[in-house]
Each structure stands twice: as structure tokens, then as C-alpha cells.
């Protein structure tokens, strides 16, 4: 049994601002590279961020501020965009992803359902997935509505999404291979998961969840400073069960 939480427990440490959550974890895994901002001469990150928040009437989370205005992350190809480079979904699709509004091969008209549309339309994008197809973490302002599909790869059956008590939006995934199901960040009542939680699914995704991908066919992974230390027992065949962690929802990589 390998735990992994040796290089997993700063992210989860509550009494700390999340930056330094970030910057710890990255010292210790060294599987995150942490920059100072990298901002064009004379802009500040507050500067850029308020721009954005006049242009999209929205008020960006806290947490998202700190991290994104305190360092520039990368993982691996993948990086969460600077400050200034921040725009909605939609933008990131048409301008940079090669996606059209209308016509052409890959026309978003067509691609997506109107309120897939219009949720890329007043979401912020700010992480990029570069790997196997261009994927995002995005935030929607508006949150969800009442029993909307989750899309959570492997879990069937559920409620749907339930509207937070506190209305802070919704974070979710989204990818070229399902671009017209985004997948919502919800906690195990199917609520909003909150900007902490999401921002730190990123690393949770791209880099726990690699670096605990078992060695051998007999090694059992857990991490016990996860607050949800999930494990699933799935069976390859008759009298054949197997035990994966699914603590970090990412189904390219554990499940």
C-alpha cells in the first residue's frame, strides 16, 4: 500500500492561504512549477482583473484572485492562464482552440445546446489541459439549475445538481472529446463544490493522479490527508475485484 499523502497534505491544510498551498506542494512533489506572475510591463494583476470583472459584470472568486494574481502555474504543458489572458470560455474556443461561431468544421451553433452555449458564453476559463485534446476549468457565475446532469464520467443514477445554499456559481470541466457536456465540480450532494475545492481538483487531476497511478498490479494507492479518501471496487471479472482510488475524479487516469 502506497499513501500518498507525504506530498498531498498542503493542499488540503485549511489554515493556510491557498498560494502557499501551492507553493509547498509544488517544493515537495516537484511535479508543479511555480513562477512569479508574468504580467506585460506596467499592468498589474489587480488592474487585469478588474477589467475583466467590469467587461463580464462578475465578481471572480477570492481564492481565484490570490492564486492566479500570486503565480504563474504550469503543469507539465498544461497552466493556468495569467491574469490578463483571462476571457470566457466561448473566447477560448473561437480564438484560440480553432472552433467557429457558425459554419465551417467545428461550429459551436451546432456542437453545442443552447444553455451549454450559453454557460461558455459568461464563463471564465482559467485553466488549460493540453494532453489528449484541449480540455479547461472554467467558472460559471450563474451556478447550476436544479437536477442538471452532472456528466461525471462513472457515476450513474444521481439526483443532479443541487442549487448551493449560497449562490457562488459553479465550477466545472470541459473537453474537445465532450464539448457539449461539461462536467460539473459538485460535492457528494451534488452542490457546488467551492473555489478552493475546484482550484485544488486541478492538481488533483494532473498531477496526484498520475504520480499515484499504481506500479504493480498488486499495489493499493490511497491518500489519507484527501477529506474524501475514496476508494471503489470494481471487478475485472469473476472473482477478479480490483480496488481503485478515485479520491482525485479524473476518470483519463484512475477510474
Given at each position: 500500500m502506497r499513501d500518498m499523502a507525504p506530498i498531498s497534505a498542503p493542499l488540503y491544510d485549511a489554515s493556510r492561504p491557498l498560494i502557499e498551498r501551492v507553493r509547498t506542494f509544488a517544493e515537495l512533489s516537484g511535479l508543479v512549477d511555480v513562477d512569479m506572475p508574468r504580467l506585460p510591463p506596467g499592468t498589474t494583476a489587480e488592474a487585469a482583473f478588474q477589467q475583466l470583472e467590469k467587461r463580464l459584470n462578475v465578481h471572480l472568486p477570492a481564492p481565484l484572485r490570490q492564486l492566479l494574481g500570486g503565480a504563474d502555474i504550469q503543469i507539465?504543458?498544461?497552466?493556468?492562464?495569467?491574469?490578463?489572458?483571462?476571457?470566457?470560455?466561448?473566447?477560448l474556443l473561437l480564438k484560440d482552440w480553432g472552433y467557429t461561431a457558425s459554419g465551417g468544421k467545428y461550429p459551436l451553433d451546432?456542437?453545442?445546446?443552447?444553455?451549454?452555449?450559453?454557460?461558455?458564453?459568461?464563463?471564465v476559463a482559467v485553466f488549460v489541459e493540453v494532453g489528449d485534446g484541449l480540455g479547461a476549468l472554467a467558472w460559471d457565475p450563474v451556478g447550476v439549475s436544479p437536477q442538471e446532469p452532472p456528466n461525471s464520467w462513472g457515476d450513474k443514477g444521481n439526483p443532479g445538481a443541487q442549487p448551493a445554499t449560497s449562490d457562488e456559481g459553479v465550477w466545472y470541466w470541459l473537453h474537445q472529446e465532450h464539448i457539449g457536456e461539461p462536467e460539473l465540480l459538485l460535492d457528494d450532494d451534488y452542490r457546488p463544490r467551492n473555489a478552493e475545492a475546484a482550484l485544488t481538483n486541478a492538481f488533483q487531476r494532473f498531477t496526484l493522479s498520475q504520480a499515484s497511478y499504481p506500479e504493480t498490479d498488486d499495489e493499493l494507492v490511497v491518500d489519507t490527508a484527501h477529506p474524501r479518501n475514496l476508494l471503489q471496487l470494481n471487478f475485472d471479472g469473476p472473482k477478479k475485484p480490483q480496488l481503485w482510488l478515485r479520491s482525485y475524479d479524473y476518470h483519463y487516469s484512475l477510474y
Open positions: 507539465d504543458v498544461s497552466f493556468f492562464r495569467p491574469p490578463q489572458d483571462l476571457g470566457t470560455v466561448s473566447e451546432v456542437l453545442l445546446p443552447e444553455t451549454v452555449r450559453a454557460r461558455y458564453d459568461r464563463s
